[in-house]
């Protein structure tokens, strides 16, 4: 009496092992889809765009000539967001992760601006610009400002920058605050000189990634209504002013006049994916080369 | 400062020198009285950074103020009832109708396709990530994965309207020019690496005697991650599907960008629909007078938007905690 059948054994074990291999290369594929996407994408934008790109599109105004036309005022707007957006999302962010971590007694309160937080993080930035609406352009009567988008854009990316360098502070050892406690520092010294310096290079990393955030972002500023056909240049934080997204929303969605304007806004994105790139590599050449490892 | 005294006290001790040694008990009251500004300012430290921390908090009030006081005065205008079961949105006609079931029509059948292109590939792709990939591969995979995540949605939108819309009315002529089926594919790719970090975070951290236990049974690689890592890992997987429904709901210019502008309210994904996002850029960016009731129909919207997206990543973080099976 045979109590297993090899052959039968044999099939199914086969059988086991081919369909393992027949999904390792499945699962290969799926992991691939994201990355043929992003070449189709970022090649198509190259093809397009590349031809647009010179030194004329980059300094001249803007121009419903499309072989005239420049994106020194989008260049220029973003900047100075980014000069309002800069300080302030430092200053909070980096002060309540202080905050957060190192003074806040464990309880129900820090639980609760902890979930608030993560809360926060998760509102669509289109919500956010609604608050910049209501409440910078209309009640503070900022208008469509650079300062009315640089402090809607800050907002919005304050969560990313609050969870990021909590993290930081809390990879700092124990060890090392304990050693200038022990050499009779206070509280304020100890974080001043020795806990930030450490935590540093990441939070500096996570600064860099939160501000490429608010470079892309369009949503909130649709909303704040910045004009479509802008042609000063901004020249403070009262002015109005538009941004790279904008320019690209604008010209991406005039394409059906204009067929050229597709041509723009794909050379538009191809400055500002490089934009995005420096930034990134900034953060990781930090990253890579400051970081402690402990 | 305390160093510096240390300092004087070490050197004026190496000639010792009676009339210039101090009492200890005299030193301290000293240092005392000259650290009383950095005293103070030790003391105001934790209140200026409790006052700073507080404005995220005060960003949320903000939030929810100006969304709920704003929809207030819109629903003294539009019955709650009308708007929440009408099928009609025609807010600039001369008899404004405002159901806002087109909008959340729009923005659910824009999530069911996001999350048919990004529920499985990311999935898929954190399996291979996390169990199959040497780490060498999945070294270079990750990053260049990281990167999907990072494009803003702009550019995002640009592609699917200048190129993946075109293509599918090559295929299909039958597709209107701007449709709910390409943002809705663009967005599936641009979740791909969230739910796929995610979930591969989730099925890493399952430990490794487990999988150990399931191959040395005779398991293949397929039957253990099938019938344990993801049975293991399901409370993280399902959250990062959550999280991803909640992107995409407040994914806002790819759908503005490629969907259009037409409210309709409709099954066929081969036509325009508006999305709850779309409506608010739209009408914020038109001219819509402020106190009109169409200017206030935009926070009615966004807070039921608002609504949706807090409901699901409340759900995320009580489905992470929840089911988390602890090792």
């Given at each position: 009496m045979k109590q297993i059948d090899a052959n039968r054994l044999e099939a199914r074990m086969n059988s086991r092992v081919r369909n393992n291999n027949i999904w390792k290369v499945i699962f290969f594929l799926s992991t691939l889809v994201g990355l043929v996407v992003l070449a189709i994408l970022l090649i198509r934008v190259l093809m397009q765009g590349i031809g647009w790109l010179d030194w004329n599109f980059l300094t001249a105004k803007l121009s419903s000539n499309p072989d005239r036309a420049g994106i020194m005022g989008a260049l220029l707007g973003t900047s100075w967001t980014m000069l309002v957006v800069i300080p302030v999302t430092i200053i909070i962010g980096i002060g309540s992760a202080i905050y957060l971590e190192?003074?806040?007694?464990?309880g129900w309160f820090q639980n609760f601006i902890q979930t608030n937080i993560s809360n926060l993080a998760g509102v669509p930035s289109i919500v956010y610009g609604l608050l910049g609406l209501t409440v910078f352009s209309r009640f503070l009567g900022l208008g469509n400002a650079v300062l009315a988008g640089g402090l809607t854009l800050s907002l919005l990316v304050l969560p990313i920058l609050i969870v990021s360098a909590q993290e930081a502070l809390r990879a700092v050892p124990q060890h090392l605050s304990e050693a200038a406690y022990g050499m009779g520092a206070t509280k304020w010294q100890t974080i001043r000189t020795v806990i930030l310096p450490a935590a540093l290079p990441s939070i500096l990393t996570g600064t860099i990634l939160a501000l490429s955030r608010a470079i892309g972002e369009t949503a909130p500023l649709t909303v704040l209504g910045i004009p479509a056909f802008l042609l000063p240049f901004p020249n403070g934080l009262l002015d109005t002013f538009t941004a790279l997204p904008m320019q690209i929303y604008y010209w991406t969605l005039d394409a059906s006049l204009v067929a050229e304007y597709a041509n723009l806004a794909a050379a538009t994105i191809i400055v500002l994916l490089l934009l995005l790139f420096i930034l990134n590599s900034i953060a990781i050449f930090i990253r890579n080369k400051f970081q402690q490892r402990y | 400062m305390l160093r510096k005294g240390c300092h004087n006290k070490m050197a004026t001790n190496g000639d010792l020198n009676k009339k210039n040694a101090v009492d200890i008990g005299e030193m301290i009251a000293r240092n005392k009285q000259k650290k009383s500004f950095s005293n103070y300012f030790e003391k105001a430290i934790p209140t200026i950074l409790f006052i700073i921390a507080i404005i995220s908090v005060l960003t949320t009030i903000g939030i929810v103020l100006t969304l709920i006081t704003e929809a207030v005065e819109f629903f003294k205008r539009v019955p709650i009832w009308d708007f929440f079961?009408?099928?009609?949105?025609?807010?600039?006609?001369?008899n404004p109708e405002f159901g806002v079931l087109p909008l959340i029509n729009g923005t659910i059948m824009s999530t069911i396709i996001a999350m048919l292109v990004a529920g499985p590939i990311g999935l898929m792709s954190a399996i291979y990530l996390s169990e199959y990939a040497s780490d060498k591969v999945r070294r270079v995979l990750k990053p260049l994965l990281e990167v999907l995540a990072g494009i803003p949605t702009i550019v995002y939108g640009f592609f699917a309207f200048t190129f993946v819309t075109p293509l599918i009315r090559s295929i299909f002529?039958?597709?209107?020019?701007?449709?709910i089926l390409s943002p809705g594919l663009v967005m599936g790719v641009m979740i791909i690496p969230m739910i796929a970090s995610l979930s591969e975070d989730a099925m890493t951290s399952v430990p490794n005697a487990m999988r150990e236990g399931s191959l040395a049974m005779g398991a293949t690689k397929l039957e253990t991650t099938i019938k344990v890592v993801i049975p293991a890992a399901l409370s993280g997987i399902i959250a990062s599907f959550v999280l991803g429904i909640s992107r995409a709901i407040g994914e806002t210019m790819i759908v503005t960008i490629a969907s259009g502008s037409s409210k309709n309210f409709t099954f066929d994904i081969t036509q325009s629909m508006q999305t709850m996002t779309a409506y608010i850029v739209e009408v914020s960016g038109?001219?819509?007078?402020?106190?009109?009731t169409i200017y206030y129909s935009l926070y009615a919207v966004a807070l039921t938007l608002f609504v949706f997206t807090l409901i699901m990543n409340l759900l995320a973080r009580y489905v992470s905690r929840k089911f988390r099976e602890e090792y």
């Open positions: 190192l003074y806040a007694k464990k | 079961t009408g099928t009609i949105l025609k807010p600039l006609s001369q002529p039958g597709v209107d020019a701007t449709n038109g001219d819509a007078p402020a106190g009109s």
